[in-house]
């Protein structure tokens, strides 16, 4: 499976300001998607990453708060844009190469927000 | 929103012993797949199963799916402490607008007690 690389793996951010995580892959990858974890709950889907366009946002995700870049099949990067002590969370990069394919997750990016 | 729902959402074992997770959904899939998180960190895939096939084996773990009950099942054997983490099931489904993605239950807590 691919390998998926995260980075920063974690920050401590001060509110009203924004981080970009970068998801790298090391191999081409159909589909990307970033997810969103909270303290103590399940995997939610933010977007689809689409190379060369905009991305899919889910229900209650928009993108001015959620950029989201996917400018090749091996990179992507998220951006939380003004961030508040509601978004520490989780942030996971995932990958597959298609429908009724294994997904892949990173070791996720841990945020907290003072 | 979330699709598939889990049970029991704890469940504490003695090392040796087998350790089963329940997972239903409602709607139409094209697979289910497991993961297993330990605590802070990523997603590790474990078993995919797709809509047409009915029980799948991968060393100590055993999969079940039902799509008439649109239900599944884990079934961890000869449970070790390390296999204390969360597992989740996430079924893959096709929807019109973002196409096929991945929806994840809220997962099972599992301790095996040494």
């Known amino acids: 499976s691919a390998v998926i690389s995260q980075k920063p793996s974690r920050d401590i951010c001060q509110r009203g300001t924004s981080l970009t995580i970068q998801c790298q892959v090391d191999?081409?990858?159909?589909?990307m998607f970033w997810y969103r974890q909270q303290p103590g709950q399940s995997l939610t889907l933010i977007a689809t990453?689409?190379?060369?366009?905009?991305?899919?946002?889910e229900s209650g995700f928009v993108i001015d708060k959620f950029p989201i870049s996917r400018p090749n099949l091996t990179f992507s990067t998220l951006t939380v844009s003004n961030m508040s002590p509601e978004d520490s969370s989780i942030y996971l990069c995932?990958?597959?190469?298609?429908?009724?394919?294994?997904?892949?997750f990173g070791d996720g990016t841990r945020l907290s927000i003072l | 929103s979330q699709q598939g729902e889990e049970d029991p959402q704890a469940l504490s074992i003695q090392e040796g012993e087998n350790a089963t997770m329940n997972c239903s959904y409602k709607?139409?899939?094209?697979?289910l797949q497991w993961y297993r998180q330990n605590s802070g960190r990523g997603l590790v895939h474990l078993i995919l199963?797709?809509?047409?096939?009915r029980e799948k084996h991968s060393g100590r773990l055993r999969v079940t799916l039902d799509t008439s009950k649109k239900s599944s099942s884990l079934l961890i054997t000869a449970s070790r402490a390390a296999d204390t983490a969360s597992y989740f099931c996430?079924?893959?489904?096709?929807?019109?607008?973002?196409?096929?993605?991945?929806?994840f239950g809220e997962g099972t807590q599992l301790t095996v007690n040494p």
């Open positions: 995932s990958v597959r190469q298609g429908a009724n394919q294994p997904q892949h």
């Open positions: 191999s081409q990858v159909t589909m």
């Open positions: 990453a689409n190379q060369g366009s905009e991305a899919t946002y």
């Open positions: 709607t139409s899939i094209n697979n």
């Open positions: 199963i797709r809509s047409n096939e």
């Open positions: 996430a079924t893959d489904g096709t929807h019109e607008t973002s196409g096929s993605r991945l929806t």
